[in-house]
């Protein structure tokens, strides 16, 4: 084999670029997927993690919720008000009694909680008057130093805002409702004078944490804890040694345990500025990928001496063939229906050759026999319709000159004639599209002509955007509506009427549609007997011809009830409607 030969050469090139780089990526791709393996198993984690500290936030907003309960209900306030008064030991029994039992019944309706994990509310007033609702119906432990605990004072110091409080136990209560007890406090002060009235603490198992921390599962060993804002722990679902506390409030990503490494992945819960913290042990993610090391090494060495040996078998009699078809296939590609491929031989690659050979000059045959066929069929379709729009229009303008010459209206006539060729010189002639400008001055002077007839019984008015004027419609597509509103809705009435024809753009369903629209108030019609007058709707079906011969989705509406006008509206997608550039300044 020498080496200036193809096959040498691409020998040479698969070796450089598939070889080196299989062995390179053999030795270094477990390194990548045990980095890989880490950052997905971090990113799990954190929306893990995430989840779980929105589960936290919901429980501590319920909690929130509860001590800004007294501001909602006015009775309650009063009382406090009252009870935080310097009047009030000297008040009579009746306001006292009042006051207390207001106070009660206020704490055991508004505070009952109907979810089990929130285990109770206390209320202490300025006066040391405490009152409790809890799940366990237990009582206070008698003279309680309440104002002496640090929870206490951290929610006096923080004037009216929620206090969060990590685990604690209700040391409080007689019976407490659950062994350990998370809490939000809050000073409950007068909304106007902000003079304090009480603090209200709502308590919540801690059991919730334990169901949403003590079950978070990772595809590898982990730890998790939660901290409070001065990172304290206060709660974990396995012992934290002091060494590994030290790390995560230093704020280390990766934690250095006994006997392993771990990966720090934490949370920020809103809005008690709590951490969630997860650890994640790295020894194991190594583990994972020992595997990968000996399957990767096997399969690039197989895979290699495979790929190697049918390389050199299949390059020879594949390449220089498969080249030739993707050049001839880009000339295809451009319009070049002549060209062809040279073959030689009996095999697959030449047979193929052939098929693609004679699937070209089928392409042209059908080419030069169906489309271009199409194309004149359409023509001659369109000039057909055009035929039969011209007669019928003609038809119904002679009528009208009839009646004007039984009633002795000779110069009127006159007028109208000459109209009348304005009219024919402009339908009669060649072209087959019209702008709309020019479309809407051939409706004014047919309409002029009209009048000439009706006087005072027909108004008209014409519009259509100014943006418009210069495109492009097929020629007499309005003008048989025109003259069917006159004819069949405006002459048979007895009172004067109205005919108006817009062209607008319009939008709808985001899409733009040229949209005229033919309307009057004359005596209107029917539209199933229309359809079933052959007469009458002959104009209109040869106009949905044409307009399904020359759109792909064009819109054809009529709406019509007896006595109550007409209205026609055409609607042409804005993208199939061209402007005649000639006319553009």
Not at 35 to 42: Q, V
Not at 252 to 280: C, E, F, H, R
Not at 370 to 398: D, G
Request: charged share 25%; proline share 3%.
């Amino acid at each position: 084999m020498k080496l200036s030969s193809l096959q040498s050469k691409l020998t040479i090139f698969y070796v450089l670029t598939i070889i080196v780089p299989v062995l390179i990526i053999s030795f270094l791709m477990p390194f990548y997927y045990q980095d890989l393996m880490e950052k997905e198993t971090e990113t799990l984690t954190e929306t893990t993690v995430t989840s779980a500290g929105r589960n936290i936030e919901t429980y501590l907003e319920d909690l929130e919720r509860i001590t800004i309960v007294p501001y909602f209900n006015d009775s309650f306030m009063n009382a406090l008000e009252t009870k935080a008064s310097a009047d009030y030991p000297k008040a009579d029994l009746a306001t006292k009694m009042f006051v207390e039992k207001t106070l009660s019944y206020s704490l055991s309706t508004n505070f009952q909680n109907l979810r089990k994990d929130i285990v109770g509310t206390i209320m202490l007033t300025t006066d040391n008057s405490l009152y409790i609702e809890n799940t366990s119906l237990s009582s206070s432990v008698p003279y309680f130093p309440f104002t002496r605990q640090d929870w206490y004072h951290r929610t006096i110091s923080l004037d009216g805002k929620a206090a969060f409080i990590g685990t604690h136990e209700q040391n409080y209560l007689v019976t407490p409702a659950a062994k350990k007890v998370f809490s939000v406090a809050r000073q409950i002060r007068d909304p106007e004078t902000h003079k304090p009235l009480a603090v209200i603490m709502a308590d919540s198992d801690t059991a919730v944490l334990d169901d949403i921390l003590g079950n978070l599962k990772f595809n590898v060993k982990s730890f998790a804890a939660v901290l409070n804002e001065d990172n304290e722990l206060f709660y974990s679902n396995h012992p934290f040694s002091k060494d590994v506390l030290k790390q995560i409030k230093s704020g280390k990503t990766t934690i250095k345990g006994k006997g392993d490494t771990y990966v720090l992945v934490s949370k920020v819960v809103q809005p008690a500025d709590w951490k969630i913290v997860v650890l994640l042990s790295k020894s194991e993610l190594s583990q994972k990928v020992k595997w990968f090391y000996f399957t990767a090494i096997l399969f690039a060495i197989g895979g290699l001496i495979l790929t190697l040996m049918l390389f050199s078998i299949l390059s020879r009699w594949i390449v220089k063939p498969f080249r030739m078809m993707m050049k001839v296939m880009k000339k295809v590609e451009r319009g070049d229906l002549d060209v062809r491929i040279h073959t030689s031989g009996h095999d697959e690659i030449t047979h193929l050759g052939n098929s693609f050979n004679a699937m070209i000059s089928r392409i042209n045959e059908l080419i030069n026999r169906e489309y271009r066929a199409v194309i004149k069929q359409r023509n001659a379709e369109f000039r057909a319709l055009q035929s039969q729009i011209q007669p019928h229009f003609l038809f119904n303008t002679l009528s009208g000159f009839i009646a004007l010459n039984r009633i002795g209206d000779r110069k009127t006539l006159e007028k109208a004639i000459l109209s009348l060729s304005q009219l024919l010189r402009y339908s009669m002639g060649q072209e087959e599209w019209t702008t709309v400008r020019d479309s809407f001055e051939l409706l004014q002077s047919y309409c002029r002509l009209q009048q000439l007839r009706f006087q005072d019984r027909l108004t008209v008015e014409f519009y259509y955007d100014e943006e418009l004027a210069n495109y492009l419609i097929p020629k007499l597509i309005i003008q048989p509506f025109v003259e069917n509103s006159i004819i069949h809705g405006i002459e048979p009435s007895f009172k004067p009427c109205r005919l108006t024809v817009s062209a607008r753009l319009a939008a709808e369903n985001h899409e733009k549609f040229l949209s005229i629209r033919i309307e009057d108030d004359g005596i209107g019609f029917n539209p199933e007997r229309m359809s079933k007058s052959k007469g009458t709707s002959i104009g209109i079906s040869n106009v949905r011809d044409r307009l399904d011969l020359l759109y792909q989705n064009p819109q054809f509406i009529i709406d019509s009830a007896e006595g109550k006008g007409a209205a026609v509206i055409i609607k042409i997608p804005a993208k199939e409607v061209r402007k005649n550039e000639n006319l553009i300044s």
